[in-house]
């Protein structure tokens, strides 16, 4: 797909500004970064399989009414997206203890959350992402009162669509990492919904279907992203 000057390079994604200027190319590398980036490899076919289960994702979230970032894929790796301004925190939902949850304060991992928890997150590599209230939201002016309330609707609205989704799958949506932008005075959803961002456990065996395979060294990485791609009916091919 025709492009310009490269505006970001990430750890997974590069994007690009188009001849609109509403418009960025998303491309999906094969890159993938853990731990702040201190542990790095390039996995073939993941850009590919990532942005084909993105755009299935966000497509059936916009369905259901979560307004987002994603146009369409355009390419085997690549995807069209609106420019967002984003908002430089990250929202984490979660319905199973896993991660730094526990971590942080000891709960056993596996134990189920309900109602799910909503953590914030501020975006910053050198600061390892540390954790923040709404209050640090709005002191520093990271977002509006408006935009806290809006993210944490959205985010309880995207775990009421993929929960679902993904239990009829055979899979356990243990928690996703959000990402949200302002767009001609609304807020979309951005970045991305992939294996790389959320937890995914085989429901039956617990087995890991999500970067926790690349994070514990346990193989097969992108085999697990293709089980997920083929069990939701994601279209590999789909352009
Ligand atoms: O590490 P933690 O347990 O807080 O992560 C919660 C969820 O958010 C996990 O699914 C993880 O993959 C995702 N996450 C992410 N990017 C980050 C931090 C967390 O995608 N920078």
Redesign the pocket.
């Known amino acids: 797909y025709p492009h310009g000057a490269e505006l970001y390079r990430g750890k997974a994604k590069t994007v690009y500004a188009t001849d609109d200027a509403d418009l960025l190319l998303m491309h999906y590398r094969d890159d993938t970064s853990a731990f702040d980036g201190e542990k790095k490899a390039a996995l073939a076919r993941k850009g590919m399989v990532n942005n084909h289960i993105n755009a299935f994702v966000m497509t059936r979230l916009a369905q259901a009414g979560v307004p987002t970032h994603f146009v369409r894929i355009v390419g085997p790796q690549e995807s069209l997206v609106r420019r967002l301004d984003m908002v430089p925190v990250?929202c984490?939902v979660?319905n199973v203890a896993?991660?730094?949850?526990v971590r942080r304060l000891g709960v056993t991992e596996g134990l189920e959350l309900d109602p799910p928890l909503f953590e914030l997150?501020l975006k910053n590599d050198a600061l390892h992402?540390p954790m923040v209230n709404d209050d640090h939201v709005l002191a520093f002016g990271w977002a509006s009162a408006a935009e806290l309330r809006r993210m944490r609707e959205l985010s309880m609205a995207v775990n009421g669509v993929l929960k679902p989704l993904f239990a009829d799958a055979g899979i356990t949506l243990?928690?996703?990492?959000l990402e949200f932008g302002r767009y001609r005075g609304e807020l979309l959803l951005g970045d991305e919904f992939t294996p790389?961002?959320?937890?995914l456990w085989d429901a039956g065996s617990g087995e890991r279907l999500?970067?926790d395979r690349f994070r514990r060294d346990l193989g097969g990485v992108v085999e697990a992203y293709e089980e997920v791609a083929r069990r939701l009916g994601v279209d590999l091919q789909a352009q």
């Not at 896993?98 to 949850?101: E, F, I, Q, V």
């Not at 243990?174 to 990492?177: Q, R």
């Not at 790389?196 to 937890?199: V, Y």
Request: charged share 45%; aromatic share 10%.
């Open positions: 990250e984490v979660r896993a991660g730094s949850l997150f992402d243990v928690d996703y990492k790389d961002g959320c937890r999500d970067k």
